[in-house]
């Protein structure tokens, strides 16, 4: 008898039996389930708080139903009333049962990456304002491979800078790998990721079977070269470090834990914190010579704080009763910034000294030995009670003793 039915007639009773086999499930269920399963399915039912929300959903859904029910209705054209209001009616519930379940399975993985791409933007801000404050290069390339490390989970990070014609490493964490590492400046992984105005981070390894993908379009030879080279790493991932339009270095990204492959979310971790990086050591770059500049005048300035404090202890020339001799005007400048100084004091056999000395050079120097001469030719003068001759002859050969001692 089943040989003789035609198509529509076929197509009713697969309706009707999966419409069989979905209510035996349901009695099934509701039969073996536990007795408390019941009374609380049954309590939410009868408590539900006001009516449903109506949103887009649901029209779109009563859309799409009320179209495949005005198609089953034209395709079973030839039977009976019923059974066209039938085929159709099951066809639209089956319909909304399904769309509805899809509905909420897509809202749902929406939901799981929307809050899982949250989690990620504020790691990346997070990561990012770490890396903003700092001005040392070595310190910011060792930072940012511990952050994608610590961030990503992954077994290691190698960072290869370019340097003297191939790209050398520079920073790793954990730590660095034994054999010495380098790429050539001119290869296929150069190519691949400074392609474009905006570089991108390159998957090296399938991200489902684990295997390596041809991920360039250059001589085989070369690509399986390269490819050993980065297998012998084990990077998984290669995110390009960006300066200007060039590749300045690169990022070797190895395995995830527990065996994870790298994502969208990964991805995008990973090149937030290659454009901070690029951005941190070109201010760091700038800001060396601000430092220095800043450091120079600071140091200019507290020198010139020094050289007038210094001169402050040049003691002004001694009040003096010469006779025939008469002082019309004092004049003394011996606490203001400059080289030279003046000094008055008497000799023995009622005489009186008078010297003039001008030291040439930076004015904390010469603010010093204006100091240390001052107090020279004073100890020597009132201590022993040396004559104009003398005092000179002294001085000059504890000058000479000074200046042999001194660059």
């Given at each position: 008898m089943?040989?003789?039915?035609?198509?529509?007639?076929?197509?009713?009773?697969?309706?009707?039996?999966?419409?069989?086999?979905?209510?035996?499930?349901?009695?099934?269920?509701?039969?073996?389930?536990?007795?408390?399963?019941?009374?609380?399915?049954?309590?939410?039912?009868?408590?539900?708080?006001?009516?449903?929300?109506?949103?887009l959903r649901?029209?779109?859904?009563?859309?799409?139903?009320a179209i495949l029910a005005?198609?089953?209705?034209?395709?079973?054209?030839?039977?009976?009333?019923?059974?066209?209001?039938?085929?159709?009616?099951?066809?639209?519930a089956v319909a909304w049962l399904f769309l509805?379940?899809?509905?909420?399975?897509?809202?749902?993985?929406?939901?799981?990456?929307?809050?899982?791409?949250?989690?990620?933007?504020?790691?990346?801000?997070?990561?990012?304002?770490?890396?903003?404050?700092?001005f040392d290069r070595h310190l910011i390339l060792h930072r940012a491979c511990a952050l994608l490390r610590d961030n990503l989970h992954c077994s290691h990070v190698y960072f290869l800078e370019l340097a003297a014609g191939c790209y050398r490493l520079s920073a790793a964490a954990p730590a660095a790998p034994a054999a010495p590492l380098e790429f050539p400046?001119?290869?296929?992984?150069?190519?691949?990721?400074?392609?474009?105005?905006?570089?991108?981070?390159?998957?090296?390894?399938?991200?489902?079977?684990?295997?390596?993908?041809?991920?360039?379009s250059g001589p085989g030879a070369e690509l399986a070269a390269e490819q050993a080279l980065l297998?012998?790493?084990?990077?998984?991932?290669?995110?390009?470090?960006?300066?200007?339009f060039h590749l300045s270095g690169f990022f070797l990204l190895g395995v995830l834990d527990e065996g994870h492959a790298y994502g969208p979310h990964h991805l995008a971790f990973a090149e937030s914190i290659a454009r901070q990086t690029a951005q941190s050591l070109a201010?760091?770059?700038?800001?060396?010579?601000?430092?220095e500049r800043v450091a120079e005048e600071a140091l200019e300035q507290a020198s010139r704080r020094s050289a007038r404090a210094t001169r402050t202890h040049l003691a002004p020339p001694d009040r003096l009763q010469l006779p025939d001799l008469d002082f019309a005007t004092e004049y003394w400048l011996g606490d203001l910034p400059g080289g030279s100084c003046y000094d008055i004091f008497s000799l023995p056999g009622r005489a009186a000294a008078f010297f003039l000395a001008e030291i040439p050079g930076p004015s904390e120097e010469a603010s010093v030995r204006l100091v240390q001469l001052q107090a020279l030719l004073r100890t020597r003068a009132r201590a022993y009670h040396e004559d104009l001759a003398e005092l000179a002859d002294s001085t000059r050969r504890a000058i000479a003793l000074s200046a042999a001692g001194r660059p």
């Open positions: 089943l040989l003789y039915l035609d198509r529509m007639q076929w197509l009713t009773l697969l309706v009707w039996l999966g419409l069989l086999f979905l209510y035996l499930g349901l009695l099934a269920g509701i039969l073996l389930s536990s007795r408390g399963l019941r009374l609380g399915l049954a309590v939410a039912w009868s408590q539900r708080y006001g009516p449903p929300r109506r949103g649901g029209l779109l859904i009563g859309l799409a139903c005005m198609f089953l209705l034209q395709a079973s054209a030839g039977e009976s009333t019923a059974v066209r209001v039938s085929v159709a009616l099951i066809g639209a509805d379940w899809a509905a909420k399975q897509f809202h749902a993985l929406i939901f799981r990456r929307s809050a899982e791409a949250r989690d990620w933007m504020l790691r990346s801000v997070a990561a990012t304002a770490d890396l903003h404050g700092l400046a001119s290869s296929l992984l150069q190519a691949e990721l400074s392609a474009g105005l905006r570089f991108r981070a390159l998957p090296v390894i399938h991200p489902h079977t684990a295997l390596p993908q041809r991920w360039s297998d012998s790493l084990g990077a998984h991932v290669v995110v390009p470090l960006q300066s200007e201010s760091a770059a700038n800001a060396v010579p601000a430092f």
